[in-house]
């Protein structure tokens, strides 16, 4: 069985500030990782995603997340916090079990 | 290329009545999902076609069904309407069926049931 567990259903930041926004997993096999984006009354939009290989992964609109096997996290991150990263984020193992969802304030 | 097509994108229904929303792919992609997103169950998968055949079904009762046809577009219909099932309906398709294909998601159908 796999879960997913974003810590905080709401993050507040200020513009330029780093956003950090968490998860963490459960997967009885080798994990497909995904963090997506959500604006209002829109469907999902990847940001990136892990895979195999390189831990961390670059995705777009500056976000990168690290994927750590013996934390069992793959936290997302960006040095900088803008207007427009305003949304709700989700984070998934493959396609089947998503995250609760974060939203993400960023105040000016 | 154009996106994930979803229609209707808003609808209200009645209870008992039955409704059918439809998904169509991204050009190419053969594998559909649908998932159901509300305030307090989140996001959560409904099912996933490949090739016409079900290929993964979530935990939902025997009134969500669903089907894909020959040129990978897909309805699903619900039966039976009850209030709890006014939510947002995503649609996702992917190249390839697989848990580690991207999936690039529709607008969604808003069903409000009174």
């Known amino acids: 069985a796999q879960s997913v567990t974003q810590l905080g259903s709401h993050v507040s930041v200020s513009e330029g500030a780093l956003v950090l926004l968490r998860c963490n997993y459960s997967s009885s096999v080798p994990p497909y990782l995904f963090w997506y984006v959500q604006y209002p009354n829109q469907g999902l939009q990847l940001l990136l995603k892990y895979t195999t290989g390189a831990t961390l992964v670059k995705g777009i609109n500056g976000f990168e997340a690290e994927f750590k096997k013996s934390e069992t996290s793959f936290h997302l991150t960006k040095p900088s916090a803008h207007m427009s990263d305003a949304a709700e984020y989700f984070c998934a193992v493959t396609m089947l079990t998503f995250g609760g969802g974060t939203r993400l304030m960023v105040k000016p | 290329k154009a996106g994930v097509t979803q229609t209707p994108r808003y609808l209200i229904k009645t209870r008992g009545q039955q409704v059918t929303l439809s998904c169509s792919p991204i050009?190419?992609?053969?594998?559909v999902s649908w998932y159901q997103q509300t305030p307090g169950q989140g996001l959560q998968f409904l099912f996933e076609y490949f090739s016409e055949t079900q290929r993964n079904k979530g935990n939902f009762p025997g009134r969500f069904s669903g089907r894909q046809f020959s040129n990978s577009r897909s309805e699903m219909n619900v039966s039976t309407l009850e209030l709890g099932d006014s939510a947002l309906y995503l649609c996702?398709?992917?190249?390839?069926?697989?848990?580690?294909?991207?999936?690039?998601f529709g607008p969604g159908t808003r069903l409000l049931v009174l």
């Open positions: 996702a398709s992917s190249l390839a069926e697989g848990g580690e294909e991207t999936q690039y």
């Open positions: 050009s190419g992609h053969r594998s």
